[in-house]
């Protein structure tokens, strides 16, 4: 089992950058493939961002491709989200999580760990 820590979200005004840090305890982040998930008020969990076990290969929802990045520190045993030209739209509780498998990446049922959340609110 695995435990996973968000931080890093805060108040930022449109077209800047924030970087989310998921820090994870009690297994290694090499078992799972790690995703973003974000949730607006009164709108379900989206999918942000995921990626493979082996950190080879990432997924980006349309929204935020070429504006985010996901990334492991296998050292640090810490996934990130980098953000960047962020917008109000983009603002919302955003959530990490863990998952076995190579597959579903973009699915909320697929994974099995969750943090607690991060608030993002972007300014226009």
């Known amino acids: 089992q695995v435990q996973l820590v968000e931080s890093g979200g805060g108040l930022v005004q449109a077209g800047g950058s924030l970087r989310l840090s998921c820090a994870a305890s009690?297994?290694?982040?090499?078992?799972?493939?790690m995703g973003w998930f974000r949730q607006a008020p009164g709108k379900e969990r989206e999918f942000v961002a995921g990626?493979?076990?082996?950190?080879?290969?990432?997924y980006y929802a349309d929204s935020v491709k070429d504006r985010c990045t996901i990334s492991r520190d296998s050292a640090k045993n810490t996934v990130y989200l980098q953000m960047s030209s962020l917008k109000p739209e983009d603002t919302a509780v955003y959530y990490c999580?863990?998952?076995?498998?190579?597959?579903?990446?973009?699915?909320?049922?697929?994974?099995?760990?969750w943090g607690q959340g991060t608030q993002v609110t972007v300014s226009s």
């Open positions: 999580a863990a998952k076995s498998g190579t597959s579903n990446y973009a699915s909320y049922s697929a994974y099995d760990y």
């Open positions: 009690g297994r290694t982040i090499s078992a799972y493939a």
């Open positions: 990626n493979r076990w082996t950190g080879s290969t990432s």
